[in-house]
């Protein structure tokens, strides 16, 4: 009887906020011996981990450092940063970790928007933060971390936050589930980035779901590359305690590392983008003999081409392509194998290894809508709609911005924004970026960003960037410029004028001059750029 | 910014209520071309169960079943008391699988106390029911299942749920995770049965836990041996759909069944109390080369002793041990194989396989505490203390009992009532049962339920029921009697008096006659006639 069932409630024996944090809190009890951070000669047990978070804590919530305070970190793949994603959230404070390759004007846009109460900052980009200190005109308290593996020894002052005593007991949890987590901020169509939330609950089941997805059998070797600063390492660091696993830290993704922490730590998993896999295809170092057993890897950002799966799958890496977005903590589709694939021609393997796959088990629902009628589109490999996401590892929303909030959450779904068909085995492939985004080296790159810079060059009339075809980064931006009347086609000045203030990813790496084609409304028309360098290429 | 972090709010896109629903409607989707459920020359597709559960749903709500409502399910382990798992939960009502073994008069009180509003019974077990009815002299609506496969007709009114149109597009899930989705009866320390409930949060985290803390991997063929009347056979129904599983179903737990199974599914998984086990490795059917690649088996309800551990070996069975209780959705611990455990002589591996073991992916701490200081007993292997449990999967409460309940979640715990100690590698192991249970063949029994009944015997003056232990089923009933003056010593009067009033498995075994050791204020003293019982055998 419904009343009887709905009289009991929850109490402390029944009910816990889902967080990662409790992860780590079971991690550090029955992992504890195992190694979890392994990173040139350090070497971590998840009991050490789970000792240092607790004295991290400790430090930040004595500087002041309480719920709903962002702590901004700039850092590589290294230890430290996965440690943070455990003590940050537990003081009950939102961790931003910022992208290291940004320009100090972006990181200064972000430190502010951000509401930053802290830095805490890798000894190699403490001159990054401070002009972008300099940019804001105001300084924020700033803790400098010590990577002596690498020689970047600056200060040291993060390893205070060791010196405060450890928490004890069961590690805190938030009050609510819901809470804030983490901040990544993300290019999106327009040009200022925008601060996309997570919330404790959506880590939680990232983590769970991605065990279950991926079939993580116990105490995998992770490789690190993945950058953390994009949707947390797709979620990794909250995921490898569950699993007892050991990660393995290279502080860079140069292929020579890589492969040499394939070989040395028998790396089982990793992920990165296919500019990663096309690297380590063309290593020197690679190995004469396949890796037996074959590492997993996934790989997310744009589908992995025919070549590259097959250089890959003859060195011994599985191949799995993963889709998702910031704004989903990473990927929320999977491109699950099935058995009768094999029998496949490779062409025709590769096609089906390209598409973005099917929802995740955490995943509620990804479909390809027709954004008129707001109905599915057939199942037929052919017609184009856009992919929409529910669940609960979808953004709590993003920060300062419920404009963009309700846009991106219109009608129930969130909007990916990419244009995508769906097969007849449910499989969703990606056909075109309905939002004007260029993904190069598996950053995401804002043409509106660039293109508001090249405005500012005194002789661009009107511009518009797109992307190019690369064969090393997939794509590059390309400006197309239309000159103000007598100035002079200066390729070289323009890119140089944009390398002054963008990021060097960011940079156009060609100019092409020229009428821009615009419509009836004077809006210009990119897709007839797109084939024009097509042609032209 | 804490006021900033805290504004966005739960909307469609990004927040969905946990429920194992969300897994049945994914596995149509993705894993909808692969086998489901496997029953003699039934094989259902996930797309098939989609369809069967979308129809029955609709069947029940026409029929008026609603939020909260409770359905009562008498049947053994086939594929429709699985598609229940999902139907009734969906229509918002309540699944309360009612144990198969129980005499009328329990089921009677079951079906009174959990308000029952419609019964669903397999054909070989109307009549049951129908005893039932009479002892509460009233009738509910009845739905009669006819299982063609073996021969249980009867009027098969079950299947006119499926002459609803089905219900369209995504499959509902409850407005609240912390609705009650599950009513599952337990005889506890009292001589009536306590009605644990289970909500759709704990359900789906209890099945995404395991499928991670099991190191699933895809498509397993899992063998459903545990009753879905015990913890819902431990929430497998809801986690194959996660991993594209088929469940092979056999309606009865014969070794002969199970091993026909195990030989022509290529059986991978399955769970079942140490009985199981037993009459495998006893079977004549047992074919003369092990498993291979070995099946994966969980045993829980005692630990599995060293000599069948062994036996199961050569079979070719890998056995891990879990443990956990009615109230704990099943396993909330879990004997981890740890690598170097391999190294142990036979003996030493055989003890660490004994262990109850550590706390699942998601369960938030198991504890060994002394319930008089409330302090954690040291990790000696030696100090006795009480199993305690917090987590998302612990039970919402007992049903209409609030006393009852309030008791179990004292200072924030779950009490287990089972008394352990934690050895130094964390692994908790029990030692003794503090509740006065006896569990025979994986059938929990309450002691004070027979003293009941032998209470009502004219000879008997007083009793006190305690475990025997026995070779096949672990442990059997044994009644202690102290006789009325002039009575005369009749063993078989007292045990046929017993099975009128009692399911076979409750009966006494033996009969021990004598004065009854007590305590100064009159308790009598269970400890004496444990012991005293173990001498004489």
Redesign the interface.
Known sequence: ????????????????P?SPI??L??AE??H?HREAYVYGATRLTWADVGQRVRRITAGLLSRGIG????VAVICPNIPVLAELHFAVPMAGA?LNAINTRLEAETVAYILSHG?AKLVIVDAEFTPLVERAFEINGTKIPLLEIRDAEEGFEGAGSYETLLDADPLEG?MPLPEDE???CCLNYTSGTSGRPKGV?YHHR?AY?MA??T??GW????YPKYLSVVPMFHCNGWGHPWMMP??GGTTVFTRNPAPDRIIRAFVEEKVTHFGGAPIILQMLADSPDKPAEPFDPPINAFTAGAPPPPAILEKMGSMGLNVEQVYGLTETYGHITQC?WQDDWGALASGAQAEKQSYQG??M?????TRVIDRETGKDVPRDGATQGEIV????T????Y??N?EA?AE??EN???WSGDGAVMHPN?YIQIKDRLKDVIISGGENISSVEVEGVLYKHPDVQAAAVVAKADDKWGEVPCACVELREGAAEDAAGIMAFCREHLAGFKTPKAVVFGELPKTSTGKIQKFVLRDRIKEQS
């Open positions: 009887m419904r009343e009887h069932f709905e009289a009991m409630e929850q109490v402390a024996a029944n009910f816990v889902l409790s992860f809190n079971r009890d029955v504890g719920r709903g305070d962002t939102v509401d069961p819901w809470q804030a939330v959506g089941l769970m779901g065990a279950a079939q993580m059998a116990h569950i699993v699950l099917i929802a088990p955490m995943v509620e629902e996401i529910r669940g609960n979808v953004m709590k929303g920060y300062k419920p909030t991106a959450f129930g779904w969130f449910g």
